[in-house]
């Protein structure tokens, strides 16, 4: 309910709302988001090989080699404004109190333009334990269309969402291993932090038989 308005207000009219916000399909971030994980997913391997059941490891040179292309296919989806970090730790919550919104969210540093699932599933995948994203994930997807359907945006199928959501998990799988690889696990809850990310969106990557989905031209 909190995202959803802000997807529809710019469905598909991102790019000539705000010509100059970074694009998830354009060359310049490509190229800066990519490069990091080029090198950093070797290491994640090395650091956390008890996450990466071995269908995993064996297809990972693989989606390498088409990472740019999963972040252009991104942009091949209906794009809008994201916010880019939905999380619990980026939501405000009014508590029922007089004069609050039921929820904000705040840390907008990576607004930008791209496949709005992107959004559902970074919440989804960082935010919930992996029995409760198996649980309300359907219904949790059904809401956002409807919601979506509420705030102006038609034709919009549960089906064509699931697609944009699966694209969106296979591309958000690569974060998650590339702060395995690249950031700092000196103490125990940096640690946990890199080692829940790969554990929920493994799991998630796997439900939802992502791994089909690679090397293949997407569709």
């Known amino acids: 309910d909190v995202v959803a308005p802000l997807h529809a207000k710019y469905w598909g009219k991102g ?9 998830v399909d354009s060359d310049d971030f ?21 996450f990466f059941p071995d269908e995993l490891r064996e297809a990972l040179p693989a989606y390498v080699n088409v990472m740019e292309d999963i972040y252009r296919e991104m942009g091949n989806r209906t794009k809008t404004v994201i916010h880019g970090d ?8 009014g508590n029922g109190i007089p004069g609050l ?3 904000i969210l705040i840390d907008w540093q990576n607004i ?29 997807l059904e809401r956002y269309v409807q919601q979506l359907e509420a705030d102006g945006v038609q034709n919009y199928s549960l089906e064509q969402c699931e697609k944009d959501y699966d ?5 958000i799988i690569h974060f998650t ?28 990557f796997f439900d939802r038989d992502c791994l089909k989905m690679i090397p293949q031209t997407l569709q």
């Not at 790019?15 to 100059?20: C, G, H, K, Q, T």
């Not at 291993?177 to 493994?202: N, P, Q, V």
């Open 15 to 23: 790019e000539e709302a705000f010509p100059y916000m970074q694009r």
């Open 30 to 50: 490509i190229e800066r988001s990519a490069a990091s994980f080029y090198i950093s997913w070797e290491k994640a391997l090395e650091r956390f090989p008890e």
């Open 86 to 93: 939905v999380r619990m730790d980026n939501a405000l919550f």
């Open 101 to 103: 919104l039921p929820v």
């Open 112 to 140: 930008m333009i791209s496949n709005p699932l992107y959004d559902i599933g970074w919440m989804m995948f960082t935010s919930l334990p992996v029995e409760t994203r198996r649980e309300c994930e359907k219904d949790v």
């Open 167 to 171: 694209v969106a998990l296979l591309y």
């Open 177 to 204: 291993i590339l702060i395995a690889g690249l950031f700092d696990i000196s103490t125990e809850e940096k640690r946990r932090l890199a080692e829940t990310g790969l554990e929920r969106s493994i799991a998630a």
